[in-house]
Structure formats: structure tokens, C-alpha cells
């Protein structure tokens, strides 16, 4: 299985400041994806990073509201930048890995984000 | 684009009832479907899934879902709930087997009564 840690846990910002999340996976994975859980909503992919290239975005998300950084195969960074009570959410990283039944996807425990 | 539906936003059952939680899916070809569980403050952990083959699923901690291809739907059940199996929910669907860019569903709060 792959154990993944996230910092900060969470953390309360002020609006128009910006709050970089870090995702760190105890192996070498090839694809990791960041996504959004809003209050009262499901879990929405936002983004997925390669390795050595420009992360893929889904629609209604934008490169520079939400930069990625994924420097090498254990690690990535998701930043919400200019940040409005909107953006408060649950932040998730996931990544593949060899699970008990199989491939599967792993997730972080979330980094809980309030925009006062 | 693929949908996933989960009626019920909240559900309380009393320790030891069984349980059925509801999943209908949206997507034009085999869906290869999820069910996450969501503790308070954790993260999210795979129960079960479903890629091709028999379509009544075993999962961890005693839960099952069947796959009902004529009613689009991957219902997760448990025939005896436990206190700690108080959490939220998750039915998701991928494209395809190697994906993990998963499409999920609000999710269902599960409250059990002691």
C-alpha cells in the first residue's frame, strides 16, 4: 500500500493570500491527483500531476488558481492562490498504488482549509 | 461524461440492523465502480470495487456491493452494522480500469444508533 502524508492538516487564511499543500508518498508513483471536497459535496478531481510535466486540469479548474508542482516521483505541492471564503474545502491528494485486492487509489488524510 | 448518484444523504440505522447503501451510475460503457469510506478526519479507504466478473462484490470489514447492470446501480450493503461504521460514504466510478481519476458520488452519512 502507499501511505501518503499532507501538510498542513489544515489551517485558516485570510482572502487574497494563497495556501501551498504538500503531498508526500512513501514510493515512486507515476500519476498523482489533487482534488477538492466542498462542505456537503462530493470529491472533485482538479488536477493531475506527472512527473516532468505540466499538470492536467479538469474543467473549471485553471493553472493559475491552482498551481502544481511535482518535482520528482514522491512528491507535489498544490497551491490555491488568492484564496476567497469559496475556497474553503477539503483538499485531497491520491495516488496508484498495489493495494490487498489489486491496484487501487490511495488517499491523504486532506488538508482542511477555511478563507476567512 | 460519467455521473455517479447516491440518493441518500443521510442515513441512520441501529447497531446490528443490516444496511443498503445506494448507488446509480451514469456512463456509456463498463463501469468500473468504487464504494470509499470517509472517517472523521481521515482519509478516504477503499472498501470495495468492481471491474468485470461475478457481480456481487466482497469487500473489507464484512461489506458487499452487486453490480446491476440493467438498473445502472452498485449498491454497497453490510448485513449487521457495527458502531464504527459510522462514517461517510463514497461511490465512485473510472473510465477504465487503470484509471484512478475517479468521478464520485455526494456521498452518504451513515449514523448508527447504538
Known amino acids: 500500500s502507499a501511505v501518503i502524508s499532507q501538510k498542513p492538516s489544515r489551517d485558516i487564511c485570510q482572502r487574497g493570500t494563497s495556501l501551498t499543500i504538500q503531498c508526500q508518498v512513501d514510493?515512486?508513483?507515476?500519476?498523482m491527483f489533487w482534488y477538492r471536497q466542498q462542505p456537503g459535496q462530493s470529491l472533485t478531481l482538479i488536477a493531475t500531476?506527472?512527473?516532468?510535466?505540466?499538470?492536467?486540469?479538469e474543467s473549471g479548474f485553471v493553472i493559475d488558481k491552482f498551481p502544481i508542482s511535482r518535482p520528482n516521483l514522491t512528491f507535489s505541492t498544490l497551491t490555491v492562490s488568492n484564496l476567497s471564503p469559496e475556497d474553503s474545502s477539503i483538499y485531497l491528494c491520491?495516488?496508484?498504488?498495489?493495494?490487498?485486492?489489486?491496484?487501487?487509489?490511495?488517499f491523504g488524510q486532506g488538508t482542511r482549509l477555511t478563507v476567512v | 461524461a460519467q455521473s455517479v448518484t447516491q440518493p441518500d444523504i443521510h442515513i441512520t440505522v441501529s447497531e446490528g440492523a443490516s444496511l443498503e447503501l445506494r448507488c446509480n451510475y451514469s456512463?456509456?460503457?463498463?463501469?468500473?465502480l468504487f464504494w470509499y469510506v470517509q472517517s472523521p478526519g481521515q482519509g478516504l479507504q477503499l472498501l470495495l470495487k468492481?471491474?468485470?466478473?461475478?457481480?456481487l462484490v466482497q469487500g473489507i470489514k464484512g461489506f458487499e456491493a452487486e453490480f446491476k447492470r440493467s438498473q445502472s446501480s452498485f449498491n454497497l450493503r453490510k448485513p449487521s452494522v457495527h458502531w464504527s461504521d459510522a462514517a461517510e460514504y463514497f461511490c465512485?466510478?473510472?473510465?477504465?480500469?487503470?484509471?484512478?481519476?475517479?468521478?464520485f458520488g455526494k456521498g452518504t452519512k451513515l449514523s448508527v444508533i447504538p
Open positions: 514510493s515512486q508513483v507515476t500519476m
Open positions: 468492481y471491474f468485470s466478473g461475478d457481480t
Open positions: 456512463y456509456g460503457a463498463t463501469p468500473y
Open positions: 465512485a466510478v473510472a473510465p477504465w480500469a487503470g484509471s484512478y481519476q475517479l468521478t
Open positions: 491520491s495516488v496508484q498504488g498495489s493495494g490487498t485486492g489489486g491496484t487501487e487509489a490511495f
Open positions: 500531476a506527472n512527473q516532468g510535466s505540466e499538470a492536467t486540469y
